[in-house]
């Protein structure tokens, strides 16, 4: 069985490695807000969240197939609950019978701990069983039509029946009855494990019925070396039955194991949208395009683990860049470019991995990955400079990056003078945006954002962060052309006060 709650044709992958700028991602970002959210205080929902969120697919249908789930998530969030803890249940019930059988390798202690590892396995499957016929009419999506489809298939009242049977019959508590040749030397080979003639024979069938010859010994109770070549011989026997049945154990315990882990990504997704709707925040289900679309639409994004960390309103902004490459972000200081473009990088996450979106409305092409290069502290082991380290990440990036690919920097190539960050700055956003790069760029590099708005002013998205004519910041992110100043005095003002006092001290 399968849960085949994230992909239609596939199990998720748990043991997928994140990507290697995994580290980047997070710190750029601020995604762990995000996690602590989904987690809501369970370590495993939080890495099942970091796994899925950083790993999204990039194909539309499979995000349309994971919104349809989680829009059941969120319509019946006990019922999964509930799902989710049979499958929490069951996955740990299977560790405690393990650690009580102290060796695997013999054939006997193999068949008992499979044994109660599946009769316990019955239980929880009965469970879900139960849960579908009483919850089944309530789901509309195909990821559960096709879970419960599938649990009413594959767990009839027929299966647990041929189940118990086969259960009862591996106890033997009548023995075991094994066939054998005699292999070279008269060595015992081809040992095979019987079905017994006829293991409940009525009274008159004991006394008269015709009963195959057999010949018989007893070991004697002291005889230890004849009790052990017993024990092996029946150990041969039950070898190959034993092994099946706890492979068949395994096969179930990889189903629960799935189902828990899908499961939990479900069910962080639907934590955070209970942590945004508890604040307020308005979400949409983001609408995932091809990438070749270029598509880029927002209505009221905001910054998500900005919002999750603070009480006050968070301001949201719309972005129109549609069939654009490139999108230049400038203005002044403290004005919300970084927030702006922090909520560009979560959102497209969030998108992908098929949780709602911190918006009203969102639309985007799906990307195969999202970089981000964003401005770094001085070197502490004085091995190089800020520059030398910002080229080498981006060299780095360079190597990795493709077609569709999205790029969010953060006051890239500012570690240099405005001449040289700015010839910089103009060469790679021309080598990357002709190999099919989208780029979000906010910088102060002014000779950058003007050449670049002369050249592009048709083809890319020029915004800037709004200043109000007192010099407040809205905290808005507006289309228009980039200024020559960033407002630099009006954070000297707020700090040290006016010009006039401080030419008086």
Known sequence: MKALLMYRDRDFDTDREPPDNADDLIDDLGLDPVFDAMAAGDDYLQAIARLAILTGPDDPDTIRYRQGVLRDCLAHPDVVREIYDVAMDASAGEKKFYFGILSTRNPEYTLHRSLQVMQMFMEHLRQLRRIRDDQHARFGSDGFTALFDTLARELSDEYFAQVDEHLKRLRFRNGVLISARLGMALSGSDYILRRPLDERPGWWRRILGDRPEEYSFTVPERDEAGARALT???GRGVNLVANALGH?????????RL?????AFYLGAVNLHEALSAKQAPVC????????????????LYDVALR???DDTVVGNDLAADGTSLIMVTGANQGGKS???RSVGLAQLLMQAGCVVPARRFAASVV????????????????????DEELKRMSGIADRIGRYCLLLCNESFAATNEFEGSEIGRQIIGALTEAGVRIVFVTHLYDLARSLNDRHAETAVFLRAERLADGRRSFRVMPAEPL???????LYEQIFGTGTDVAAQ
């Not at 068949?248 to 629960?256: G, R, T, V």
């Not at 189902?259 to 499961?263: D, H, N, S, V």
């Not at 970089?371 to 520059?387: I, L, N, P, Q, V």
């Open 285 to 300: 289900f983001p609408e995932p395009a091809e990438a070749a679309s270029r598509t880029l639409t927002a209505e009221g």
């Open 368 to 387: 195969p990955a999202v970089f981000t290069h964003y401005k770094r502290e001085e070197d502490a082991t004085m091995e190089s400079g800020k520059f």
């Open 232 to 234: 092996e011989l029946r």
């Open 308 to 310: 999750l960390r603070t």
């Open 248 to 256: 068949s154990a395994d096969h179930i315990l990889s189903f629960f």
């Open 259 to 263: 189902l828990r882990a899908e499961l």
């Open 484 to 490: 020559s100043t960033s407002y630099g005095e009006d």
């Open 339 to 341: 927030t702006f473009l």
